[in-house]
């Protein structure tokens, strides 16, 4: 939401105009509620940009909102969960009225502050009304172990006490995240790494929707729906979410990774910002890539294999394509699986390893990835009887690739194969297809048959020259 964006003409601008249009005070959870339900009737995707919930997580969250329940998502790093708790604001109305000039957003025909309640009675009809969007009704916050009580629900305001205010008057208090997210969403992402200190003064918020400020309690009848999301292991090691806040959240939301091939190549074609073409069935390489990483004893599995990992192995991918189209001045820029080995190196360092493995990390994921690309050869090249390929191999055709070798070259090595044909078609690759796409199809094709030992490979250490032979 920019600051240009305006609120649609015609609208009320005042309590008195906004009586007579019939608009009335609605709590947040019954206007998310209400929305929701109008989504589902209409067949309409309430969760944009989501992948791989449907028949999960999504319903369970919509238990809980139609329940008007606070949440905690709970699940391993990298699962969506952030994602998801911003989408939930896609369910509030568009655009919302506010008192103008108030502090909170207050809806014009329900003050809650003690100085709106003054100005509605001084104004009555006329009462000034501006208009929020929702992008502005959401309001989150990364909890840390520095964050205060004055940062979530408020402070007294030194300036106001200093222009002649006593400290019991409320309009002396500088108001935190919460109440300024009035009629809102508020979004805790890790709430165990709040301190147990800070964690207790949201207990009052979540119950009796009322703010304690140094002693100096305030009641505020706050109207928000608060979310939060946490680490399974954060209940145990970093911190935990206290006993009595935790009672108070009405549901709690267990994440997962993607539970298909299919859905991990979504998540990365959805999240990825691929800067060279990257097919489809690198995707499936990468992605099966980070299944086996998930299943792996030598991986932290309590610290997960986050879904930012396949993307950013994508993205890895489509570089070092990138890479050699211009060293080479191939056009346009295609991934091949010779790229694919830029991943353990580049990558390594987002990933915990179990105590132990000590300098054997880049041999693990090697051996991972080499089975992943041997999983993706398998699925699109059973009962495909490639021995004419391996045949011309043996008998002199070396093929040599690298990040210096354009696919023309690759292609070049090989005598015209009606099995080559075949290869590219079960890739979805034609015959008029660029070169680079249709080399990247037979390297597949190469790699399945050294990864079966029925040819030999020879690698350069530096990663220069990649040579395929009997």
């Known amino acids: 939401m920019t600051g240009e964006a305006r609120a649609p003409e015609g609208l009320p601008r005042t309590a008195g105009e906004l009586r007579a249009g019939g608009y009335h005070p609605r709590?947040?959870?019954?206007?998310?509620?209400?929305?929701?339900?109008?989504?589902?009737?209409?067949?309409?995707?309430?969760?944009?940009?989501?992948?791989?919930?449907?028949r999960t997580v999504r319903p369970q969250l919509e238990r809980a909102l139609l329940a008007g329940?606070?949440?905690?998502?709970?699940?391993?790093?990298?699962?969506?969960?952030?994602?998801?708790?911003?989408?939930?604001?896609?369910?509030?109305?568009?655009?919302?009225?506010?008192?103008?000039?108030?502090?909170?957003?207050?809806?014009?025909?329900?003050?809650?502050?003690?100085?709106?309640?003054?100005?509605?009675?001084?104004?009555g009809d006329d009462l000034p009304v501006a208009w929020r969007h929702r992008s502005e009704r959401y309001a989150e916050k990364l909890a840390t172990p520095?964050?205060?009580?004055?940062?979530?629900?408020?402070?007294?305001?030194?300036?106001?006490?200093?222009?002649?205010?006593?400290?019991?008057?409320?309009?002396?208090?500088?108001?935190?995240?919460?109440?300024?997210?009035?009629?809102?969403?508020?979004?805790?992402?890790?709430?165990?790494?709040?301190?147990?200190?800070?964690?207790?003064?949201?207990?009052?918020?979540?119950?009796?929707?009322?703010?304690?400020?140094?002693?100096?309690?305030?009641?505020?009848?706050?109207?928000?729906?608060?979310?939060?999301?946490?680490?399974?292991?954060?209940y145990t090691n970093r911190g935990r979410i206290i006993t009595p806040l935790k009672d108070r959240f009405g549901a709690e939301v267990c994440t997962h990774y993607p539970l298909t091939v299919a859905a991990e190549i979504d998540v990365i074609k959805q999240e990825a910002d691929l800067i060279a073409e990257v097919g489809d069935p690198l995707l499936e390489v990468l992605a099966r890539f980070v299944r086996n990483l998930r299943d792996s004893s030598a991986i932290d599995q309590r610290s997960g294999v986050s879904a930012r990992?396949?993307?950013?192995?994508?993205?890895?991918?489509?570089?070092?394509?990138?890479?050699?189209?211009?060293?080479?001045?191939?056009?346009?820029?295609?991934?091949?699986?010779?790229?694919?080995?830029?991943?353990?190196?580049?990558?390594?360092g987002k990933l915990e390893f179990e105590s132990g493995e000590e300098g054997r990390e880049t041999e693990h994921l090697t051996h991972l990835l080499r089975r992943a690309v041997a999983e993706t050869a398998k699925a699109h090249f059973a009962g495909l009887?490639?021995?004419?390929?391996?045949?011309?191999?043996?008998?002199?055709?070396?093929?040599?690739?690298?990040?210096?070798?354009?696919?023309?070259e690759v292609l070049g090595a090989l005598p015209e194969l009606p099995v080559l044909h075949e290869v590219a078609a079960r890739l979805d690759v034609g015959p008029n297809d660029?070169?680079?796409?249709?080399?990247?199809?037979?390297?597949?094709?190469?790699?399945?048959?050294?990864?079966?030992?029925?040819?030999?490979?020879?690698?350069?250490?530096?990663?220069?020259?990649?040579?395929?032979?009997?």
Not at 387 to 407: I, K, M, Q, S, Y
């Open 309 to 348: 990992f396949a993307v950013a192995a994508a993205e890895t991918v489509s570089a070092a394509a990138l890479r050699r189209s211009a060293l080479v001045g191939e056009d346009p820029p295609i991934a091949r699986p010779i790229d694919l080995e830029a991943v353990p190196g580049v990558l390594r």
């Open 69 to 123: 329940h606070d949440v905690v998502l709970l699940g391993e790093r990298g699962q969506g969960k952030t994602r998801l708790l911003r989408t939930i604001a896609g369910l509030l109305d568009e655009w919302t009225p506010v008192i103008a000039g108030a502090e909170l957003g207050e809806h014009p025909l329900d003050p809650i502050t003690p100085e709106s309640r003054r100005r509605a009675v001084e104004l």
């Open 146 to 234: 520095d964050t205060s009580v004055g940062d979530l629900i408020g402070d007294v305001d030194p300036v106001k006490v200093a222009a002649g205010r006593t400290l019991g008057d409320p309009e002396t208090i500088h108001f935190g995240l919460v109440p300024r997210a009035h009629r809102g969403i508020v979004a805790i992402n890790e709430l165990p790494d709040l301190a147990e200190r800070i964690q207790v003064a949201l207990l009052n918020v979540m119950e009796e929707r009322d703010i304690q400020v140094r002693g100096y309690t305030l009641r505020l009848p706050l109207d928000v729906l608060l979310v939060a999301t946490s680490n399974p292991e954060d």
């Open 385 to 408: 009887d490639l021995r004419p390929l391996v045949d011309v191999v043996v008998d002199g055709h070396l093929v040599a690739t690298g990040e210096r070798v354009p696919g023309a």
């Open 27 to 54: 709590g947040v959870k019954t206007e998310i509620r209400e929305n929701l339900l109008a989504a589902l009737r209409e067949g309409r995707n309430p969760w944009p940009g989501i992948v791989g919930f449907d």
């Open 434 to 470: 660029p070169s680079g796409r249709i080399a990247a199809a037979v390297e597949l094709a190469l790699e399945s048959l050294y990864l079966a030992r029925r040819l030999a490979k020879d690698s350069e250490d530096n990663g220069g020259m990649t040579v395929y032979g009997p």
